[in-house]
């Protein structure tokens, strides 16, 4: 059975605070510009696959833009969620998490 370090309440706070950082950027998308809504993690992850793929971020955004189905922000999500889920495994705890 696991053990957690962290109280219930404690992890709803985490929560609460990581929800609440949610950070607009804006961004030209074939030539035009628009403001896209995500968490810091989505961000980084973002940023980390335009670079593994040498592309600029905008580029990335577009190419998910234009392939999307639902509003951009939630698109970038699971295309972010996706590629993680892609890369080969590592450990990962309870204890790793921002939450």
Known sequence: MATYKQSSEARAKRAKEAAQTVQKRSVTIAGHRTSVSLE????????EIAEAEAIPLA?????????????????????????????????????????
Do not use: Q
């Open 59 to 99: 580029a990335l955004i577009g190419t998910v833009d234009s392939t999307r189905t639902a509003n951009l922000s939630s698109a970038l999500r699971v295309f972010v969620l996706d590629w993680v889920r892609s890369r080969p495994s590592t450990p990962y705890t309870l204890e790793d998490s921002p939450l």
């Open 40 to 47: 810091p993690a989505f961000w980084a992850g973002l940023k």
